[in-house]
């Protein structure tokens, strides 16, 4: 099971390298509270709800203009690489399989996966920052001792940092935390009394540090959950599960489709410009809190005015993954003049009942003050779309004026995850909430938001799916429906 992980974290990130996949996710969540805009020009989302920002370091996806979530460059030295290429640099002369990552050795792959982790994080105290802000996948701990986990009972003796004891209690900690608190249960399909069975016996024993955290990722793996993670006492941050998005995107935005060019707002994820037969487009590539610093409404309306006589207007936010719910609402008032409410959330009550929840908990949208753009609009979305950009796809969905959505069904995770710590400096998140459409029926959690009926794309490329090396299908079909 260890020896699978550790093969799949470097599969991971050095896709992230070649730039389909890869790189952290800020999740959503976000609080139903109040808005983001006025005329006093006032910093946008600057607010303590504790529900607008939802970390999920859990699932991967690199935006195509850069690693936007991680404030690295370096990754574009690999533009047109291919596996096979970065590990003949690495391993050098060696025998090796070339791409076939699960017949690669575990010192072979140690040594992909440090180089894939030096580039992506830079050094340790850039790694500790993704964790805390843009909640990077920093697997480390899943490599520093396989051995100690390969038997299933590994990593005591003279060498181990906590004793069966310590072990022991851990465990039933953090097993009693996800009894009590956590949100998916029925969701997920999971048993959890069966599992603590299952895996009782591995946490009987000592264990060095590394082996105490790999076991207890298996465990957590078996929730299927993008935004479980677990920090060591020094702040480098584990996913138990990780999964990628199918891109439905091309790599680089095609200029053909620009004759203009495309314009970004200060430094902000935030590209625009002009497409063919008057009609405005917008990408908007993460809600990261860090990637939006800074931002004022008086740049939210700057953008907006020069689009005000356009006769259609495109939002494309397929390479966003999540971040900060309030930016999300933000933005999503400048395409609205009317309030309304776009989703509910529960929490789950503490307790023995995992089926027991509190009061519904609105997610409403309020109009921006200025520019509102009130011509007919489209939102590109796909399965990298999670957390706050699901949200947004949301607000997007429920819009009264009838927005259509073109593209592939969002990714279907929320969560709300809150902090829990062991007396060993080791913090696990716990996904808290429950997220559903407006409706009060509809779950989002492994469900997503699909596009307007008439109007799914496949995934991938080729010509009857969303890309090919010159050409953007989904792109194309929202400037067909805006197109008289």
């Known amino acids: 099971m260890r020896r699978t992980l550790h093969q799949w974290g470097l599969v991971l990130l050095t896709a992230g390298l070649l730039g389909w996949a890869g790189c952290a996710a800020s999740g959503g969540g976000g609080g139903g509270g109040g808005g983001a805009t006025n005329n006093n020009d006032n910093t946008v989302a600057n607010d303590n709800n504790d529900n607008a920002n939802e970390p999920s370091p859990g699932f991967a996806a690199f935006s195509a203009r850069g690693c936007t979530a991680c404030h690295t460059s370096e990754s574009n030295n690999f533009a047109n690489s291919t596996i096979d290429d970065i590990v003949d640099t690495l391993l050098g002369d060696k025998p090796h399989p070339g791409g076939e990552f699960g017949d690669l050795t575990e010192e072979e792959t140690d040594l992909i996966t440090e180089f894939l982790l030096d580039v992506m994080l830079g050094d340790d105290d850039n790694a500790n920052d993704n964790a805390d802000n843009e909640n990077e996948n920093d697997n480390d701990n899943l490599n520093d001792n396989e051995n100690d986990n390969s038997d299933g009972g590994g990593g005591g003796g003279d060498d ?5 004891d310590q072990v022991q209690a851990w465990f039933d900690q953090v097993w009693t935390d996800f009894d009590q608190d956590y949100s998916h249960f029925a969701d997920k399909g999971v048993d959890w009394d069966a599992l603590r069975d299952q895996y009782a016996d591995q946490f009987n024993v000592a264990m060095t540090e590394s082996a105490f955290l790999a076991r207890l990722s298996d465990l957590l793996a078996e929730l299927r959950d993008l935004h479980i993670w677990i920090e060591d006492a020094q702040g480098n941050a584990t996913a138990p599960y990780m999964r990628t998005a199918e891109q439905n995107f091309p790599s680089d935005n095609t200029p053909s489709y620009f004759p203009q060019g495309l314009s970004q707002v200060e430094a902000f994820p935030l590209f625009h410009g002009w497409l063919e037969n008057n009609l405005a487009y917008i990408a908007i590539d993460t809600f990261s809190d860090s990637e939006w610093d800074g931002l004022r409404t008086s740049h939210l309306d700057g953008m907006f005015s020069t689009y005000a006589a356009a006769d259609g ?13 309030l930016i ?92 829990f710590s062991l007396d060993n400096g080791l913090t696990y998140h716990i996904p808290s909430w ?15 938001v699909p596009p307007t009926a008439g109007y799914a794309i496949p995934p991938g490329e080729g010509t009857d799916n969303s890309y090919t090396g010159d050409r953007d299908l989904v792109l194309e079909r929202g400037i067909d429906a805006l197109t008289p």
């Open 434 to 448: 429950e997220a559903y459409r407006a409706d009060q029926t509809t779950k989002i959690e492994d469900v997503g």
């Open 313 to 325: 207007m495109v939002i494309d936010v397929r390479r966003n993954n999540g971040g900060n719910e």
């Open 328 to 419: 999300a609402k933000a933005l999503a008032g400048y395409l609205t003049d009317t309030a309304y409410i776009y989703g509910y959330h529960r929490l789950r009550n503490p307790g023995d009942d995992h089926a027991d929840f509190g009061d519904w908990v609105e997610h409403s949208l309020e109009p921006a003050q200025n520019h509102v753009f009130t011509s007919p609009v489209v939102c590109l979305i796909g399965e990298t779309n999670m957390s706050s950009a699901e949200w947004f796809v949301l607000m997007i969905f429920e819009n009264p004026d009838g927005i259509t959505l073109i593209g592939d069904t969002t990714r279907g995770s929320s969560g709300s995850p809150q902090p």
């Open 160 to 164: 181990a940092d906590y004793t069966a």
